[in-house]
């Protein structure tokens, strides 16, 4: 049996045990300058302590002990002592030539070693280590020149070949290419490792398995190099590893993220060899094995693991603890992940079969863009990097770059081109396409490029046998290649003919160059249409009845192709080439066009397409009759403008108007139709772009913020104008650039907001934003989810002068005292502002203020935050307003803890015994009608499954709810009220102060609304459960697997109100209105879990490229509307049809919105029930991730954000009310019960507290 099929074998039964760390070890042994020499080197004209992977050479018994160690506590695979035995690392004690001597030598030591211990019940294997070496492929070590390496692509190969064959030599049993911090340097390490077995082995010949191992740097969860954990795998996979893994920088804690997401995406086995910690002030690191262990033993009951280790700090000790913890624990099953073709950048690119239509940036090709070759030419570089940046930002997820130009040095080029995107994380994060007719420039191209690629293009022109060895380089250097439809009797033009090229180059790429079939994207060959040629009017259809016929046929082939080159013959007439493309694409990719290379900002919707224009062109693409070539070019010259006649019936008067005039009615209306022309001419006038930002662009804001703060604009009116001004401000950026005065503007102060870690909640944030750039603030929006050391990091990084944290859901609050308690460590002197909907003047004084000692302010809405950010920056204000505050909030803590002395609660055991009184004796809790099987209703919009689960419950799901059944019952009053417009839903239309805005609002969410339902912008999914419950008659409720009610499979626990009731009502707890078990009544209870969020980045992204936060906000505003709706609508249904109880309700949506119907829906995380783990086991029971793709995060917050779930309560009785605040001995009770320590309670139950914790 080979290595290979040995290894798996093992793998397939348990997991592996890799050793610890070599370093640490040596350390350990406080070795001596003359130890390192040994009397081999005693006369070495340098010092070399510190050259460990010498020690194999001088000191081999030393080594071999280390070995042994490992070998004694548990290791299966030991490691070669040669992690720098390279001749770039050796280079450091002027030891190359050494390099190949330490490899063989440093895997004999281990050789001896493994021997010795191995059995045939557990055999031990060596592990030859290729380490990183010590310099870098993809970045530059002078920052003065992004594009310089200290070393090639070529001599890492090299020098890894050396280094394999020394290790191979020596006795390995595997490869290990591991800690790297540059994915190119690992590319080289598999090119040379495979190079090295088709020259050295015989074709039939078993290789050595390898394994990989890569080193997220920090937090930030990306490579050195900038690449995330599966943009690492997507690079590397072609490869086919035995292993892929993490090791190095980070200890268990915070490697356990990244090592999951692995093991969620590898087709392969996974490893980890985690740091003992973080290495404290003295560089040692203090994580015991004990502990070390217990992490460990978590990833392999979470199924991580196949093979697992330590590095830095780690020593036999943690070793065998290891291998303890994890003896009796499956091995990680290998997941079964859809056949797709994973490309990246810095971060991955995904295309599979439910993938959109992707888009390949045209623009940084020299024979394509006469702008890009002149740059390019004039070795203008920045500029260029501009354009590859333009091409991103407007949505190519691919760029195509090409250098193929007569007067370059197209090779020199392509290689300074590349390099320098490395270092454009914007740019570098997509994808690249190297695009040369010339082999060598794609060759040295693929040398540059640390993700995985796509080459464009290789074929049959000149015959199977260069195909074959181009493609098998392809393959070795990780890339993806397209395949142009051309044999050695020229391009493929019929669709005879691009059929049979393209299956002819299938096979042979499958099946000789074992090519993965994914990778394969195939170019048909698309040419001009209209031509007036006869022979070339069926070149379009031929194209789409190919692409058809090459997916149907050739298994995950994808199909790409040169969109622009169909509409050629009518160059200089956008509107009508617009129109072919946008009518060609419509059916290429309905018969399966995977991919482009397209200008995407210049395509047109093919339903807005003029009806005429649209209805020629689609005869010209499908050739339906002969003469359709001349009509369209009968019809052309009427569209040579913009392709439309418009009439525009508003008021223009204002048009007359001075520029700078024009430009501040436009900020003050909110009009964006002229902002261009108008900017253009401001810029004209004015002659610096600073000048029309700081004359009439901000003249306008001040209007705009004046009338604001006054109350006589509103946030819709003063969202539009925000849109007034970014669009005018973009259209001046490339001159602003031009100038180097991008940073001259000035500003009342740049302020960082962002959305604590966990939360996912961003409406009311943004709004703040957009009101402060209103009044002159930079405002940097780090977006959701935000971890507080990048929070602080980027303050600091960015010169900030003020952090605002914005949370929905009560767990941000904690993550927001968090987030103060590091501003204190790390001595920040910035002042933090406090919003969002969870958060209070209270809890800002009693939880977060004691934690900072700088100034910290509370801030309801966004028409208080322009006043405290003045206040906060002022130098003659913020002192006083500082203290002002720090007193404010010193009363308040007062305040609050002598209202607690006072304030009377009951005992757990009196609220318990105040429970609400239902006569169970006298009812008889309804049976959900599901139970008795799937119902089909005429109430019942839309398709639903039905599903017995194995736990008692049904289950059902509803996929794509229709959306226009839940508009007619929208709660409008919250939608107004995120608008900051205050009053109730319809009287706030004809309010004297803003009924006109509010109904100008109305209209354009009405507007939107048809476009949201037409064009289908969202999706309404949801699922439903029923289980058979009883409670435990005090607060918790237990769920069964079946009628007979004697195996409960989870419990669901509540709160009860501790407040002294004086017995003159009950203390509630939402467990009262379930029957409880000793009554012998069946009850049963029903949960829920909605949203309407999918579809809506996309929409949401597309206003933001456009500058138009207005529609944005309003989108997201109407997304949880529809969400809110779809919830209601469930509930109806559950309330008449599923359960039943309700049958003949007959409400109207007044009465719905006021919840005059019978029973409740609470929600984890509100007052009914606030803790928010409970939705935890609300997704245990429904599995809303798996069913219908809506996450919750780690502080359970639900992504997509427009989201609700809760559970169904059916008795009459039933009521929503609030906890209130809870006393110790009901925390210490709910931690027992939950199976938690003291501390977990009270962070989790932190909002109701009736104490200080």
């Known amino acids: 049996m080979n290595k290979i099929s040995q290894i798996q074998e093992i793998l397939q039964k348990r997991i592996l045990i890799l050793d610890g760390a070599m370093g640490t070890m040596i350390q350990r042994r406080k070795l001596e300058e003359a130890d390192y020499r040994g009397e081999r080197f005693s006369n070495y004209h340098m010092d070399i302590k510190g050259n460990n992977d010498l020690l194999a050479i001088t000191q081999p018994q030393i080594i071999g002990e280390i070995h042994e160690e490992y070998l004694e506590a548990g290791a299966d695979i030991i490691e070669t002592n040669t992690f720098n035995a390279t001749r770039v690392s050796m280079a450091d004690y002027e030891m190359e030539n050494l390099a190949y001597e330490l490899n063989v030598a440093g895997a004999k030591v281990a050789r001896e070693a493994a021997d010795k211990f191995s059995t045939p019940e557990k055999p031990r294997f060596v592990a030859g280590v290729l380490g990183p070496t010590s310099k870098t492929c993809s970045m530059s070590p002078d920052v003065n020149d992004p594009g310089f390496r200290a070393i090639s692509f070529d001599d890492l190969v090299e020098d890894y070949m050396s280094s394999t064959r020394g290790l191979i030599e020596g006795g390995a049993d595997i490869i290990l290419i591991e800690t790297i911090f540059d994915t190119l340097n690992a590319k080289a390490a598999i090119f040379a490792v495979e190079s090295v077995f088709e020259e050295d082995f015989a074709e039939d010949q078993a290789k050595l398995p390898v394994m990989i191992s890569g080193t997220i740097t920090d937090a930030s969860g990306r490579t050195l190099s900038g690449q995330t954990t599966e943009a690492f795998y997507n690079s590397l996979k072609h490869a086919k590893p035995i292993s892929i893994g993490l090791n190095c920088a980070l200890g268990p804690d915070a490697l356990r993220q990244y090592v999951q997401e692995l093991s969620r995406i590898s087709e392969t086995y996974v490893s980890a060899h985690p740091n003992a910690g973080l290495p404290n002030e003295f560089g040692e690191y203090d994580l015991e094995p004990e502990q070390m262990s217990e992490h460990i033993e978590e990833w392999a009951e979470s199924g991580f693991l196949n093979i697992v280790g330590g590095c830095c700090g780690s020593s036999p000790q943690h070793i065998k603890a290891i291998a303890d913890a994890v003896e009796n624990k499956a091995p990680r099953v290998i997941p079964d992940i859809p056949v797709e073709c994973r490309l990246s950048g810095l971060e991955p690119f995904n295309i599979g079969s439910d993938s959109l239509f992707v888009n390949v940036g045209e623009r940084t090709n020299v024979t394509g863009s006469a702008r890009f070759k002149r740059l390019i030419k004039d070795g203008d570089y920045d500029t260029a990097l501009e354009v590859a940046k333009e091409q991103v930002e407007n949505g190519a997820q691919i760029i195509d770059i090409n250098m193929d130009e007569g007067m370059l040095e197209s090779k020199e080029a392509m290689v300074r081109f590349l390099n320098l995107i490395a270092a454009e994380p914007d740019i570098a994060r997509v994808p690249i396409m190297v695009d040369s007719s010339k082999w060598e420039i794609i060759e040295a191209g693929l040398k540059c490029i640390q993700g995985k690629a796509i080459v464009n293009s290789i074929s049959l022109k000149e015959g199977e046998e260069n195909f074959l060895h181009q493609a098998k380089l392809i393959k070795r250097y990780g890339a993806a290649a397209v395949v142009m439809a051309f044999d050695e009797d020229g391009q493929a033009d019929t669709y005879e003919r691009k059929v049979e090229i393209c299956t002819r180059a299938y096979n042979v790429l499958v099946d000789q160059a074992g090519f993965p079939p994914e990778d394969i994207i195939f170019d048909p060959n698309i040419f001009a249409i209209a031509t007036g040629i006869e022979e070339h009017n069926n070149y379009g259809l031929d194209f789409i009845k190919a692409t058809k016929a090459i997916k149907d046929t050739l298994p995950h082939a994808m199909i790409s192709g040169g969109v622009s080159n169909v509409s050629f013959s009518f160059r200089g007439n956008n509107p009508v080439r617009e129109a072919i493309h946008s009518v060609f694409l419509y059916h290429a990719i309905k018969n399966g066009m995977d991919m482009g290379i397209v200008n995407a900002g210049q395509l047109e919707v093919y339903d807005n397409l003029p009806k005429e224009l649209r209805d020629v062109v689609e005869d010209v693409v499908l050739n339906k009759y002969p003469e359709a070539t001349e009509k369209l070019i009968d019809i052309a010259p009427n569209y040579v403008g913009d392709g439309t006649q418009k009439e525009n019936k508003q008021d223009l008067e204002w048009r007359t108007w001075p520029v700078g005039k024009r430009l501040e009615h436009a900020l003050v209306k909110g009009i964006d139709a002229f902002v261009d022309a108008d900017t253009e001419e401001a810029l004209a006038e004015l002659k610096r772009p600073i000048h029309v930002i700081e004359g009439p662009l901000m003249d ?554």
């Open 700 to 1253: 306008g804001m001040n209007v705009v913020g004046d009338l604001f703060g006054d109350g006589k604009m509103f946030l819709p009116q003063v969202v539009k104008s925000a849109r007034v001004m970014k669009k005018s401000v973009a259209w001046l950026e490339p001159y602003l650039l031009a100038e180097k005065e991008g940073n001259e503007v000035s500003t009342n102060g740049k302020i960082l907001m962002a959305t604590v870690k966990g939360d996912v909640h961003d409406i009311g944030k943004n709004i703040v934003g957009i009101v402060l750039q209103c009044n002159s603030y930079e405002v940097l929006d780090l977006g959701v989810m935000v971890p507080a050391e990048t929070i602080l990091q980027t303050a600091r990084d960015e010169n900030c002068d003020i952090i605002g944290l914005s949370g929905l859901i009560t767990p941000s609050l904690d993550e927001m005292v968090n987030v103060a308690k590091e501003m204190e460590r790390q001595d920040f002197k910035l002042p933090l502002m406090i919003g969002g909907a969870t958060t209070s003047k209270i809890h800002t004084a009693v939880k977060i203020d004691p934690q900072f000692g700088g100034s910290i302010v509370y801030v309801p809405d966004a028409s208080r935050a322009v006043g405290v950010a003045g206040k906060l920056m002022s130098p003659e204000s913020k002192q006083a307003f500082h203290q002002e505050m720090k007193d404010e909030y010193d009363a308040m803590r007062v305040k609050r803890a002598a209202n607690q002395r006072e304030k009377k609660s009951a005992t757990l055991v009196q609220a318990r015994s105040n429970k609400v009184d239902i006569d169970w004796a006298s009812y008889t809790p309804p049976k959900p009608a599901i139970f008795d099987g799937k119902i089909d209703d005429p109430l019942i919009a839309g398709d639903y499954t039905f599903e017995q689960l194995d736990n008692g419950g049904v289950l059902l799901q509803f996929n794509d709810y229709p959306l226009d059944n839940l508009a007619e019952i929208f709660d409008w009053t919250p939608f107004f009220r995120s608008w900051e417009l205050a009053g109730r839903y319809p009287s706030i239309l004809t309010d004297k102060v803003v009924g006109e805005e509010a109904t100008r609002l109305l209209g354009d969410a009405r507007e939107m609304l048809d476009s949201i339902i037409k064009e289908k912008w969202l999706t309404g999914k949801a699922v439903l459960g029923f289980f058979p419950a009883n409670s435990d008659g005090v607060d918790d409720i237990n769920l069964y697997t079946d009628e007979d009610r004697k195996t409960s499979h989870t419990t669901l626990h509540n709160i009860r109100q501790q407040m002294d009731r004086n017995n003159q009502q009950p203390n509630f707890c939402l467990t009262d209105f379930i029957a409880p078990a000793d009554t012998n009544k069946a009850d049963w209870i029903g949960s829920f879990a909605v949203t309407t969020g999918f579809g809506i980045e996309e929409h949401i992204e597309r206003f933001r490229k456009d500058h138009d936060d207005y529609n944005a906000i309003l989108l997201e505003a109407l997304a949880d509307r529809f969400a809110e709706a779809l919830a209601e609508k469930m509930h109806e249904l559950t309330r008449k049809v599923f359960w039943g109880y309700a049958a003949d309700e007959d409400l109207d949506n007044e009465e719905v919105i006021k919840e005059k119907y019978q029973g409740i829906r609470p929600a984890p995380g509100y007052p009914a029930c606030p803790e928010h783990t409970e939705k935890g086991t609300l997704w245990e029971l429904l599995q809303p991730e798996d069913r219908i793709g809506l996450k919750i995060t780690e502080s359970y917050a639900m992504w997509p954000a427009a989201a609700v779930s809760g559970f169904y309560y059916s008795h009459p009785d039933s009521r929503y009310f609030g906890t209130g605040k809870i006393q110790p001995d009901q925390v210490d009770d709910y931690a027992k019960r939950k199976g938690w320590t003291m501390k977990q309670a009270e962070k989790w139950l932190g909002p109701v507290l009736a104490y200080d914790a």
